[in-house]
């Protein structure tokens, strides 16, 4: 089985645990862009966002330079934004068809996990198992992980 991890991440959270299971599985990383991108404040971020549950954006996302064709398993890394996925991922899973992978999910957030998971299991074609929700302290610049390590290295041993 070829595995590719695909995440979107505004600070660095997603990416260091992307960095970390890719670091364990030594397999192949895509980030996602979006064309344009957010503000580099952060509160303006979480303003103009807000209505992400509903309106269920899909904004343009950079062309990824990847064959998907080559890979079976899928590990997809997400922050929660207003309790659902990222419009960048939201426009990944919108855009290319999974189906026939093994889609296997992180989330990371500060507790409210909201319909993450669920969002992802209905806009993808993919088989979605063994996901993990990642927290961290609400402080965004702390990056301090509250999920324990044990947690984490547990699901990567399980999904590799
Ligand atoms: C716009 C925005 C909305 C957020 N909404 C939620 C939320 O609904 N639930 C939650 O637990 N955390 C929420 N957070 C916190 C992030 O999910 C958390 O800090 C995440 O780990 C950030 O990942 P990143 O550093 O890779 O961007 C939000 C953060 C932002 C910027």
């Known amino acids: 089985m070829k595995t590719l991890i695909v995440y979107y991440g505004y600070g660095n959270h997603t990416r260091m645990i992307a960095n970390m299971i890719k670091e364990e599985l030594g397999c192949d990383i895509l980030e996602i862009k979006p064309k344009i991108p957010y ?32 890979y079976d398993k899928i590990i997809l890394g997400t922050p929660v934004w207003w309790y659902t ?14 189906s026939g992978k093994i889609v296997i999910p992180f989330a ?5 996990l909201g319909s993450t998971f669920e969002e992802i299991k209905e806009l993808c074609k993919g088989k979605v198992e063994n996901e993990l929700s990642i ?6 610049s702390e990056n301090k992980l509250l999920t324990s390590n044990k947690e984490i290295t547990d699901w990567i041993n399980k999904i590799k």
Do not use: M
């Open 39 to 70: 503000s580099a404040d952060y509160q303006t971020v979480v303003d103009e966002t807000e209505d992400n549950l509903e309106t269920r954006e899909t904004p343009e996302i950079e062309d990824i330079n990847i064959d998907l064709g080559n």
């Open 85 to 98: 996925i990222t419009p960048p991922i939201r426009t990944f899973l919108t855009t290319y068809d999974l």
């Open 135 to 140: 927290k961290f302290t609400t402080e965004h």
């Open 108 to 112: 990371t957030n500060a507790g409210w």
